[in-house]
Nanobody, 118 residues
Framework: QVRLVESGGGLVQAGDSLKLSCATS????????MGWFRQAPGKEREFVAG????????YYAGSVKGRFTVSRDVTNYTQYLQMNSLRYEDTAVYFC???????????WGQGTQVTVSS
C-alpha cells in the first residue's frame, strides 16, 4: 500500500513562511520522483514543484519560483516544501505526490490545507 502523509499546513498571514512535510516509505522514496500539487476552491489541481528520485534536479511552476523550495531527506524518506513570501493566492489544499519525472502524479497523499490571509 502506497502511503504519502502530508503535514505542516495551517493558517498564516501574507508574507509569512510555512514548511510542508511528506513522509513516505523507503520503496516509494527510492523508486520515484516526488512533487507537490495544489488545488484551490473551484479550480483544477495544478503542479507546484517537483524533485528527481536522486534529488539532483528540481523545477517549479512559474507562480512559485523563487519563493518555494522543494527538497528531500533520504534519512527519513521525507519530502519538504518550504514556502516563503506566501500570498493570498497560494491558498489551497496541497498534495504530496510521487511518480515519474517530470510529472510525478501516480500516487497521492490526502492533502493538507494552507490558508493565507491577506
Amino acid at each position: 500500500q502506497v502511503r504519502l502523509v502530508e503535514s505542516g499546513g495551517g493558517l498564516v498571514q501574507a508574507g509569512d513562511s510555512l514548511k510542508l512535510s511528506c513522509a513516505t516509505s523507503e520503496s516509494i522514496f527510492s523508486d520515484f520522483a516526488m512533487g507537490w500539487f495544489r488545488q484551490a476552491p473551484g479550480k483544477e489541481r495544478e503542479f507546484v514543484a517537483g524533485i528527481t528520485r536522486r534529488g539532483d534536479n528540481t523545477y517549479y511552476a512559474g507562480s512559485v519560483k523563487g519563493r518555494f523550495t522543494v527538497s528531500r531527506d533520504v534519512t527519513n524518506y521525507t519530502q519538504y516544501l518550504q514556502m516563503n513570501s506566501l500570498r493570498y493566492e497560494d491558498t489551497a489544499v496541497y498534495f504530496c505526490a510521487a511518480g515519474q519525472w517530470p510529472l510525478p502524479n501516480l500516487f497521492w497523499g490526502q492533502g493538507t490545507q494552507v490558508t493565507v490571509s491577506s
